[in-house]
């Protein structure tokens, strides 16, 4: 019995570790497996493309009846044919069209390793605003046991004549609206994880410890969303291609055999030809559309024009947020060092205000003040470590990494 204790025990305490997460979301998550069948739909639209180099092979069929039959011309004519047909030149419009494609498909795949990294830096972001809730919850709940443990004393205390009731009710108080935070917390806990969920792809009970490595320079590169854009542009740039090429020689060659067959046929309505090959060069030229063509491309190339603003603009806010990422993280660093001596002292303070209240040397305001300053120092602590992860993960981010990639 005790064996199969210990087999079953971990499952119900195993966590959920910050790296599983994401590896799971990078797969399951809805938008991201949006993005990689949109991926997948532009590989075969430039599949289709790069097709139409080929020759094309058409066969076809057909029945004509004539109740009014013309000299020299049969009742009943039934036909098949196969038609092979090959362009010799289009102006360049294939190739146009393929490398439009191409870039298309680029976007596609920068669009879905832009969805995620951005569900990868808000699984982050949830996890450790949930560890720090959890840790601020902590501090609650260590505050609420010494605030019971006093609320006791001091209703014996009353009982006995040797404590007042404002003494009772202040504590009384401050028990009931630590109770009241601590259930505020509890329903912002529950409404992160039902986010980070969603985000995920899956159910979310306890997390892991999970810590980033401190950052070094190590290259900054564009962010999958700058690249996208660009790679639009160049599949706008493509498509105006395509529209000039309608003003150069289309030529194209094809090659038909037909089989025939007749019926109603006399003196004066003779059979045709049982069978004929056609071999048809075309070409063709547009001399004049109005300016159709040259204002399609017009349009085209402002919106590359458009393109080019928003490639700036997220370029430069691409480095600003950068640059605020490294600062969040020299920030973090500091909290941290306040944090950590602030929760020394508070906690010192705290040690010692208790042994004079519980003596009757200090009062019971004393005592509380200190409490409160013991239970949110030990909450900023914890809270300023989770933060200086976060950083780390957004300066990961912003530097155009792959943020699970530096989880230690």
């Known amino acids: 019995m005790k064996r199969l204790l210990l087999l079953v025990i971990p499952i119900f ?90 870039s298309e498909l680029k976007s596609a795949t920068y669009e879905k390793g832009d969805m995620q990294k951005s569900v990868v830096l808000n699984i982050v972001q949830d996890f450790f605003t949930i560890k720090s809730l959890n840790d601020t919850l902590d501090a609650k709940n260590e505050a609420k046991k010494y605030l019971q443990a006093q609320l006791e004393r001091v209703e014996k205390f009353y009982e006995a004549d040797v404590a007042t009731k404002d003494e009772v009710d202040r504590i009384q108080a401050s028990y009931d609206t630590n109770i009241y935070e601590m259930e505020s917390i509890k329903f912002q806990i529950l409404s992160l994880k039902k986010s980070l ?40 740039v493509s498509s105006a291609r395509a529209i000039d090429s309608s003003y150069y020689p289309q030529i194209r060659v094809e090659d038909s055999y037909s089989l025939y067959e007749y019926d109603r046929t006399d003196a004066s309505h003779p059979k045709g030809a049982e069978n004929q090959n056609k071999l048809m060069l075309t070409f063709n030229m547009r001399l004049y559309d109005n300016g159709v063509m040259d204002k399609s491309k017009e349009a085209v190339m402002i919106n590359s024009e458009a393109l080019n603003s928003q490639i700036s603009y997220k370029t430069k806010e691409q480095k600003m947020l950068f640059e605020l990422a490294n600062a969040r993280i020299q920030t973090s660093q500091i909290k941290i060092q306040s944090a950590t001596s602030a929760q020394k002292a508070a906690n010192s303070a705290f040690k010692v205000i208790e042994e004079k209240y519980n003596v009757g040397i200090v009062d019971y305001v004393v005592y509380l003040d200190s409490l409160t300053s013991k239970t949110v120092a030990d909450a900023l602590y914890k809270t300023s470590l989770n933060d200086l992860e976060v950083a780390y993960a957004m300066y990961y981010y912003y530097e155009g990494k792959n943020v699970e990639e530096y989880i230690q």
């Open 197 to 236: 969920e969603l985000s995920v792809g899956k159910s979310v009970e306890d997390l892991d410890d999970s810590k980033f490595m401190i950052p070094s320079e190590s290259g900054y590169e564009l962010a999958e969303n700058l690249k996208a854009l660009i790679a639009q542009k160049e599949a706008v």
């Open 13 to 102: 305490i195993y966590a959920d570790s910050l790296k599983e997460l994401i590896d799971f979301a990078k797969t399951k998550n809805d938008l991201v497996v949006s993005k990689t069948l949109s991926e997948i739909s532009k590989a075969k639209e430039l599949e289709a493309r790069e097709s139409s180099y080929y020759p094309t092979l058409d066969v076809g069929a057909y029945y004509q009846r004539s109740d009014d039959r013309s000299p020299m011309q049969p009742g009943d004519t039934y036909s098949g044919f196969a038609k092979v047909g090959v362009d010799i030149y289009d102006g360049g419009k294939k190739s146009s069209l393929v490398n439009q494609a191409k």
